[in-house]
């Protein structure tokens, strides 16, 4: 268990401004609660349960509460990995292309974007072995992982690899409701009268 004289962590979360070496020597727990992102007594039963149950605190940290980026983010820290963002980072979809969704989702594994001759991709452990010699191979050519939230490759993924159309469909299908309806729809600019709709044919473009 920890033990604390000091004020109460944060609010807002925060990643301690540790060296490579401070994060390593640190456990995940201290980290968790120096980061401010669970009060002390939360991480404290995450610790009994997790030595009763055998499971990993990380597993049962997530269960308490604690959002998964912010777990593999402090975990990708610790082990010196280079973490990214997905729901910031700026990600080349000509590049997340050269992986094959289905193959993506197999290995939950997103490119990025290119670096020099290097195709980086997101993983949700950039230290695996398997995962790079995998991936070369998957892409021909030389590969830099890095880590992110597994949930949040999976997102990911699915925006990237959505089907077109899906937008215009999305709007066929409310001019068909207010149609029923009998009543009208905006789309963009226009407002579309329901009574006049007889069908709603959605054409895709290559």
């Known amino acids: 268990?920890?033990?604390?004289?000091?004020?109460?962590?944060?609010?807002?979360?925060?990643?301690?401004?540790?060296?490579?070496?401070?994060?390593?020597?640190?456990?995940l727990g201290t980290l968790v609660v120096r980061a401010g992102l669970?009060?002390?007594?939360?991480?404290?039963?995450?610790?009994?349960?997790?030595?009763d149950s055998g499971r990993r605190l990380g597993?049962?940290?997530?269960?308490?509460?604690?959002?998964?980026?912010?777990?593999?983010?402090l975990l990708a820290a610790q082990q010196g990995q280079e973490f990214v963002d997905l729901d910031a980072y700026p990600i080349d979809h000509e590049v997340a292309f050269l992986l094959p969704r289905a193959a993506a989702e197999m290995y939950?594994?997103?490119?990025?974007?290119?670096?020099?001759?290097?195709?980086?991709?997101?993983v949700p452990d950039a230290d695996n072995a398997s995962h790079l010699t995998r991936l070369r191979e998957a892409l021909h050519?030389?590969?830099?992982?890095?880590?992110?939230?597994r949930s949040d490759i999976k997102d990911a993924i699915g925006r990237v690899h959505e089907p077109k159309g899906t937008e215009a469909k999305t709007i066929?299908?409310?001019?068909?409701?207010?149609?029923?309806?009998?009543?009208?729809?905006?789309?963009?600019?226009?407002?579309?009268?329901?009574?006049?709709?007889?069908?709603v044919d959605v054409l895709g473009r290559n």
């Open 59 to 73: 597993e049962v940290l997530l269960q308490y509460g604690l959002p998964e980026r912010e777990l593999t983010r």
């Open 1 to 27: 268990m920890f033990e604390t004289t000091t004020a109460a962590a944060p609010a807002a979360p925060a990643i301690p401004p540790y060296s490579t070496a401070e994060m390593r020597s640190y456990p």
């Open 108 to 122: 939950c594994a997103l490119p990025l974007k290119r670096d020099g001759e290097c195709t980086v991709v997101a």
């Open 141 to 149: 050519g030389p590969i830099r992982l890095v880590t992110a939230a």
């Open 172 to 199: 066929g299908m409310r001019v068909i409701d207010e149609a029923e309806a009998g009543g009208t729809v905006a789309v963009g600019d226009a407002t579309i009268d329901g009574r006049q709709v007889v069908s």
């Open 38 to 51: 669970m009060p002390l007594e939360t991480v404290n039963r995450a610790l009994a349960e997790a030595a």
